[in-house]
């Protein structure tokens, strides 16, 4: 048997991701249901599956997706286009940075 602790930040969206930090990117992780995905055994995620993950983890029942999904799942929280550097820019090409309140 094996004991893994895992410690995060606090109890907020954010808090919930950092319990994911040291797991492996996995693309496409998958699991065989919701309570199997990879994700919730913290074996390592893909960028959809964190955001998953810390939604499922403060109690919303959503189900693992991959990135086409995220749009049915989640709200857009500023209006932009693709920067040069493939951050996401705000009109006039000013960089958004998410407050925390908006998660």
């Known amino acids: ?3 893994r602790v ?3 930040r606090d109890d907020s969206f954010l808090g919930y991701l950092t ?3 040291g797991q492996p990117y996995i693309w496409a992780s998958a699991g ?3 309570t199997s ?3 919730e055994h913290l074996e390592g995620s893909d960028c959809a599956d964190l955001m998953v993950y810390g939604a499922r983890r ?3 029942h959503l ?3 991959w990135t086409g999904g995220l749009p049915d799942i989640t709200k857009l929280v500023a209006a932009g286009t693709r920067a040069m550097t493939a951050s996401i820019a705000t009109r006039p090409a000013r960089p958004f940075r998410s407050p925390a309140s908006a998660i």
């Open 6 to 8: 895992t410690i995060r």
């Open 37 to 39: 995905h990879q994700s």
């Open 63 to 65: 189900a693992y997706t």
């Open 32 to 34: 065989l249901s919701d």
């Open 1 to 3: 048997m094996v004991t």
């Open 58 to 60: 403060m109690g919303k």
């Open 19 to 21: 319990e994911m930090y």
